[in-house]
T-cell receptor
Framework: GAVVSQHPSWVICKSGTSVKIECRSL??????MFWYRQFPKQSLMLMAT?????????EQGVEKDKFLINHASLTLSTLTVTSAHPEDSSFYIC???????????????FGNGTRLTVT | AQKITQTQPGMFVQEKEAVTLDCTYD???????LFWYKQPSSGEMIFLIY??????QNATEGRYSLNFQKARKSANLVISASQLGDSAMYFC??????????????FGKGTKLSVIP
């Protein structure tokens, strides 16, 4: 089935540094990808919609200058957390839309997530 | 108003028994879709089942079935013959509208299912 690879699966960084998270669709083209954040014991909250070749659309309250999203190809979207602070520590997970899902399959595929810890 | 409501923070079920996880939704868009995901402690989102608003029949996938009651705006997940490996968080989610951006999901708060041996 369709696979979305997300890398790294976990990362620890120091406060003030930047971290890049990659989301790659391995066997399908994803013109649209989505980035979510999940705090412990909470639900997933949409951060932004990433469109190939154009600027990302950010949800209200999400700082676009802090969470930089680039979707330069049909198979890769990246999320860069700039000048990370401890409050940015969270689980970040991407999903990609599959325009040709298998019968009974999901039109969306999630990566395995990235656990970010900022010290 | 919340778009997705999961009223059961936690549920217990005996192994081999069936369990129903509740989900109600709120939308005025005639085109929408409902998803159920399982999230084990490792964090990955495992797709279970999908129901489109125009689908005539309730979705089923193996031991999972979705009890879709459109007039009541409910989309409950039924897991038959529970297994110990079913213990996890379960999220109901909805997409609204048509077009590429309509696949951004709104998630409920989740239900933690514990299967008892």
């Amino acid at each position: 089935g369709a696979v979305v690879s997300q890398h790294p699966s976990w990362v620890i960084c120091k406060s003030g540094t930047s971290v890049k998270i990659e989301c790659r669709s391995l066997d399908f083209q994803a013109t649209t990808m989505f980035w979510y954040r999940q705090f412990p014991k909470q639900s997933l909250m949409l951060m932004a919609t990433s469109n190939e070749g154009s600027k990302a659309t950010y949800e209200q309250g999400v700082e676009k200058d802090k969470f930089l999203i680039n979707h330069a190809s049909l198979t890769l979207s990246t999320l860069t957390v700039t000048s990370a602070h401890p409050e940015d520590s969270s689980f970040y997970i991407c999903s990609a839309r599959d325009l040709m899902p298998t019968r009974g399959g999901s039109p969306l595929h999630f990566g395995n997530g990235t656990r970010l810890t900022v010290t | 108003a919340q778009k997705i409501t999961q009223t059961q923070p936690g549920m217990f079920v005996q192994e081999k028994e069936a369990v129903t996880l509740d989900c109600t939704y709120d939308t005025s868009d005639p085109s929408y879709g409902l998803f159920w995901y399982k999230q084990p402690s490792s964090g990955e989102m495992i797709f279970l089942i999908y129901q489109g608003s125009y689908d005539q029949q309730n979705a089923t996938e193996g031991r999972y079935s979705l009890n879709f009651q459109k007039a009541r705006k409910s989309a409950n997940l039924v897991i038959s013959a529970s297994q110990l490996g079913d213990s996890a968080m379960y999220f109901c989610a909805m997409r609204e509208g048509s077009g590429a951006g309509s696949y951004q999901l709104t998630f409920g708060k989740g239900t933690k299912l514990s299967v008892i041996p």
